[in-house]
DNA sequence: AATTATTATGCAATCGATTGCTTATTGTAA
DNA sequence: TTACAATAAGCAATCGATTGCATAATAATT
């Protein structure tokens, strides 16, 4: 695998080469560490001569803050850890350059890791998270869920804990969340007003709260629209383009087949459907409706392109970062945990617009 | 922006508790903290009876390891910072997946930075890595640049530099590249192939290397095909599907207009470009030959698919990790800087493959 | 000019784990 | 049983920055 497209050859060198400490800088002006440390923390405390001494010499000398010094003394990293199932799934990138943003500009760093989806490899994320003593851990929990005895041991150690998403809905947390329920309500009525009656639905897995709440707003809707729930309309664990095409196929080879999917899941699935769509030479909107999940780019760009719902994701990460300065600036007074929730929005392609019946 | 789609609720509260430590399970133990270091450890010199009690007591006492304090003392990190201009772009996404599994493995953590294409943020991000005392710095400079100094900083620092993709090329580093140039030979070769004679080009900033590698190609290829080049048909900095729409209506209405374009900046101009070709009623590929770069999902998706390059993007970023843990071992004997160069991959699909003439 | 109030700087402990060196303990060989 | 080797455990310094407290230097007040 990582062999054969490779081209190796070699070229030249470089060196080491001690790094300057305050110490450095204070024996060259005799001066004491503390005061250098002070000037360059900005601490009054020092008069103007010497600080600019000081900085200067600093400068001079390419003096750089050894940040682990620091982080042990203050007890403090200035990072925030991210655990996300997949970094280079749309949604959590989008989450991750989001929350960058914030850190950033409050000077924080961010350091990412991700389960893979694996229980095992969530906990220990975790517990590398916890030894490196960061400020703040913001998480979507794996699929494959055992446990969340890892989670608590996040606050008994004294950090502060952002679920997103994804979260262990029993634990008392900061939580950001999508309004999945309220989305898929709007979604699916959205179908029957389009003149959809027969609305099936792929799930996701059920042992994630936002999979539960998708398929609750689904059901919400049909009951508010007085259309009989069908059982063999709910395909489960249909969350990856494959399986969503196999449950397709599924669904139209019933007697009484469903005009419309809603693919609770994610775009993916949505693709899957329009594939089997075309494959069966249907005709999309107007002898099968599709929804989506998640606004991913190219839900824009297929034919028809695909309605779908759009997470705010990029924004969703700022707020998980804003919602931990507020709650850092409140620190010792902790203010508690609180739930932010996102109102994802709706919209509307060709896919789902039928030309009124 | 972060107010309108929320709700806030609060619930109740965490508390800090101090966090065990060595010296703690010595005490208990009536040992000294240097016993208890060399058992977890696990640096012989410690009987097995007391490494066991040691053990025990650890976990009993739920002691979490301080990195910090270890990391100042070992002057080591063990982290990779990874600087990249966005993180929610898929092949920089899809590197820093890669870079995070091989890095797992090995029980290094990644420390996240993006530069938005900014020459400040850069050197901001640099400093920030060399002050956290990672390892290695993994970096693609920004489109924005103006010095190598910070990065000639980082070497000056003892740190460990790795180069990928977008990289200062008289700098003496380790590097991971593509071969943009072979891939663009490769990509025009084929479009000579289907026959297209008047292929034009999508260019680059032509500051970054990878963009003058891929012209390079391009007129390689022309020249290795008897083509004549010409200069009307090579459009600047078309790299963002706007651009490359734009540029495209400005090609299709030259008095002898290309029969074909292959956008080397990215798919997303490959699409701006099919774009245009839709709106004029042009046949794609019958009256014009499309060619993206970089394998983005939705080139399959479209319609007609579009004709692209894969760069092996995750495998990348497991070549650049596995290239640092290689040269890690070798450490003091510092073997110096290598180059490995990555074979793209030219994926033939629709927007490319005329029924023969 | 003498005394107090300010400000600048130095001193030394601290954060928690690691490690070279010394000392104590146990085991082995003669 | 004595001498010596091997192993286990303790001591103390160290990594580099921060910070409360003490002292020195300067400015302000009467």
Redo the contacts between chains.
């Keep these: 695998?990582?062999n054969n497209?490779?081209?190796?050859?070699?070229?030249?060198?470089?060196?080491?080469?001690k790094?300057t400490t305050i110490y450095d800088i204070a024996r060259k002006l005799n001066l004491n560490a503390s005061s250098v440390s002070r000037a360059l923390s900005n601490t009054s405390k020092v008069s103007e001569a010497t600080r600019k001494l000081i900085l200067d010499t600093a400068r001079e000398m390419?003096y750089?803050?050894?940040?682990?010094?620091s982080?042990?003394r203050r007890?403090s990293?200035r990072?925030i850890g991210v655990i996300v199932p997949?970094?280079?799934q749309?949604f959590f990138?989008?989450i991750?350059?989001g929350l960058?943003e914030i850190t950033?500009e409050n000077g924080y760093?961010?350091?990412?890791?991700?389960s893979n989806e694996s229980y095992k490899?969530e906990v220990e994320c975790v517990?590398?998270l916890?030894?490196?003593?960061v400020n703040c851990i913001v998480m979507s929990v794996a699929a494959e869920f055992e446990d969340d005895e890892h989670i608590r041991?996040i606050?008994?150690?004294?950090i502060r804990l952002i679920q997103f998403d994804r979260v262990a809905d029993e634990l008392?947390t900061l939580k950001v969340l999508n309004d999945n329920r309220q989305a898929s309500v709007e979604a699916v009525s959205h179908l029957v007003e389009q003149g959809y009656r027969r609305i099936a639905l792929l799930e996701g897995p059920q042992n994630l709260n936002i999979f539960r709440q998708r398929k609750e707003g689904y059901l919400q809707a049909l009951a508010e629209h007085g259309i009989e729930v069908r059982p063999e309309l709910m395909k489960v664990n249909a969350w990856t383009q494959e399986l969503s095409a196999e449950a397709t196929r599924e669904l139209l080879a019933l007697s009484d087949p469903p005009d419309a999917i809603f693919a609770s899941t994610s775009d993916f699935s949505a693709?899957g459907v329009l594939q089997v769509a075309t494959e069966l030479g249907l005709t999309v909107p107007d002898q099968l409706g599709i929804c989506g999940y998640s606004n991913?780019?190219?839900t824009e760009?297929?034919?028809p392109s695909i309605t779908t719902i759009d997470q705010?994701s990029?924004?969703m990460g700022?707020?998980i970062a804003?919602l931990y300065f507020r709650e850092a600036k409140l620190d010792a007074t902790?203010?508690?945990?609180?739930?932010?929730?996102?109102?994802p929005q709706l919209i509307i392609r060709e896919s789902s617009s039928r030309h009124k019946f």
């Design positions: 695998m990582h497209y490779f081209h190796i050859f070699t070229a030249t060198n470089m060196k080491n080469q790094r390419n750089q803050p050894n940040s682990l010094a982080n042990l007890g990293n990072t997949r970094i280079n749309n990138a989008d991750i350059a960058e950033y760093n961010l350091v990412i890791c991700q490899r517990n590398t916890i030894n490196q003593q041991n606050q008994k150690n004294g008392d693709l991913e780019a190219f760009i297929t034919n705010h990029v924004e700022n707020a804003r902790a203010s508690g945990p609180k739930t932010i929730t996102i109102k």
